[in-house]
């Protein structure tokens, strides 16, 4: 019973990798991708296997297309200890096709419209971020030149951090800190500020994706 | 072989076994210039043209720093007008209709639409072909090769910063039509900060443009909720910038009103690919109470107060480049 027990488990694992690997090579078609991405929504820790698998497809391209190919250079110690491992082991299954997983009910999800608001680390830290050099009348003249000069250090005015406007909101993730103020000021930049040439192809697409504006 | 699914489960078994500390930033060392270098302004404007006379439908989705959500589009252009229904399939529902720069958002579970004009949606590509507007000042676009996302091929260009004050982008565009495939915010240190990408798609899908204008024309039932916006100049509400930020230009500022009298004026400033804006406020200080910096994914937000209001800066970009816009802003009276 308790290897049956075992087996199921590897069998469940297996399934949901099995889905995921179809679903980021784009062989589910629509009705099968928004099953799963119901269901994985449901899956503590889904975001992390997800990067496993994209983290795995750029290794496995970046090997296939070797030398012609410099697009995806993974990190070749990463690469070379993975091949090394290969050798000494093959695959000694073949997995069954495995059904896709019932669409489930979403319930309430309570980081819905959060967003991960992350102090700073320290006081030190924030000096270093915010220690800009900005000269009076002094910036240079970008028109002709290589490389524009990245601003020079000078001391930081900035570093006092309140947190008494942050709520913490329990979510999968862990505890969060929720900036409801910075929040809406976010959602009216995604809405209005980004006006870049990236806003069509990607930047709508995300906003409405992402959009925690409407409360 | 190397596709095969097994060998996929095995090599995912060795890399969680070997990699403990391998990190989302398994990909190459930025930037990579073994590609040709392009025109970028040109570029953007193929990816733009991409979507006209095209009808398509497909999953998408998006992380941002440690988050992830998905969602279902439909789009169609018939030449003139473009017609677009995005579906979220994560989180709670949601439902963006848009034709052009007209947005009508759904939210069924509060029966309630939010309907707006976003005039980020139509200033492109005009605004690349502008004499003041050099985006090939700040950015240098690469060529790498081809690469394979969502079942289509793609041509891959990487956008290198040649400054600290903004961040670099991969995009992939599929071979034939040039639509977007999948859009990286990447650090300097190659990091992705952000990512879209689509998981499933169909070119040439049967959307029909009636049919989704049907649905935006469709709000019985509903709450409709228009925001008050209304277009104006930063300085002629007493604001300043004493000296331009590098490569970001001020493309307008609106006034945002909410109830009981309050309203936030927001500055907007552009690179051709970044943007930032400001945010101007009466000090309010049962609000307006920590100053510092924050971010999320590839979000960054500065505030402070200045005098008898609260500024606050918030963009795509490096906080080096929100400092420097914290330094420069003033109040002329």
């Not at chain 1, 090997?63 to 990190?75: F, N, S, V």
């Not at chain 2, 709670?92 to 052009?100: A, D, K, Y």
């Amino acid at each position: 019973m308790h290897h049956t027990h075992a087996t199921n488990s590897a069998t469940d694992a297996s399934a949901s990798h099995e889905q995921l690997s179809a679903l980021m090579d784009g062989e589910c078609t629509s009705q099968e991708s928004a099953e799963l991405f119901q269901a994985l929504a449901q899956t503590p820790g889904w975001q992390q296997t997800w990067h496993d698998f994209d983290t795995v497809g750029c290794a496995l391209r970046a090997h296939a297309q070797g030398a012609a190919g410099p697009l995806l250079k993974p990190h070749n110690v990463f690469v070379q200890g993975v091949m090394d491992r290969l050798q000494a082991e093959a695959p000694s299954w073949a997995p069954e096709p495995l059904p896709l997983a019932k669409q489930q009910a979403l319930p309430e999800a309570a980081n819905d419209g959060v967003f991960r608001w992350k102090m700073v680390a320290s006081i030190a830290t924030m000096a270093a971020v915010v220690s800009v050099a900005w000269q009076l009348g002094g910036v240079a003249d970008p028109v002709g030149s290589q490389m524009a000069a990245a601003p020079k250090p000078v001391e930081s005015t900035v570093v006092a951090v309140n947190s008494s406007t942050l709520q913490p909101v329990q979510t999968p993730q862990g505890t969060m800190l929720r900036n409801p103020e910075l929040e809406a000021l976010m959602a009216a930049h995604r809405q209005y500020g980004g006006m870049t040439a990236l806003q069509m192809p990607a930047g709508f697409l995300r906003t409405a994706t992402f959009d925690s504006s409407v409360r | 072989m190397w596709q095969s699914r097994a060998f996929k489960q095995l090599l995912l078994g060795l890399y969680v076994g070997l990699a403990a500390s391998t990190v989302w930033a398994q990909l190459p060392a930025y930037p990579v210039k073994d590609g040709q270098p392009l025109v970028l302004a040109e570029w953007m404007e193929r990816l733009h043209e991409a979507a006209r006379n095209r009808s398509y439908t497909g999953t998408f989705m998006v992380q941002s720093g440690s988050d992830m959500a998905a969602s279902k589009i439909w789009h169609v252009c018939d030449g003139r007008q473009q017609f677009e229904r995005i579906e979220t399939l994560t989180g709670s529902p949601r439902i963006t209709l848009r034709r052009n720069d007209e947005v009508m958002t759904f939210l069924p579970e509060r029966q309630m639409v939010l309907k707006e004009r976003r005039d980020a949606l139509r200033i492109f590509p005009d605004f690349l072909r502008t004499p003041s507007q050099k985006i090939e000042t700040y950015y240098q676009a690469w060529r790498l090769g081809r690469d394979r996302v969502a079942g289509v091929d793609a041509e891959v260009v990487d956008v290198v910063p040649k400054d600290g004050l903004r961040h670099g982008y991969r995009i992939w565009s599929e071979t034939t039509t040039g639509l977007v495939v999948k859009l990286q915010t990447r650090a300097a240190s190659g990091q992705v900060l952000e990512q879209v990408a689509f998981t499933e798609l169909q070119l040439n899908a049967p959307v029909k443009t009636d049919a989704l204008a049907r649905q935006m024309s469709n709000t019985k039932g509903m709450r409709v909720v228009q925001p008050q916006i209304t277009p104006t100049q930063a300085e002629s509400h007493g604001w300043r910038l004493r000296a331009d930020v590098p490569g970001f230009q001020a493309m307008s500022t609106q006034v945002r009103s909410y109830g009981e009298g309050q309203s936030t004026l927001q500055w907007i400033f552009s690179d051709g690919l970044a943007s930032v804006s400001l945010f101007l406020q009466s000090f309010d200080a049962n609000r307006h109470r920590q100053e510092g910096a924050l971010a999320d994914g590839v979000m960054q937000s500065m505030s402070k107060r200045v005098g008898d209001h609260w500024v606050t800066a918030m963009g795509e970009v490096p906080p080096e480049t929100l400092g420097l816009f914290m330094q420069s802003i003033q109040r002329t009276r």
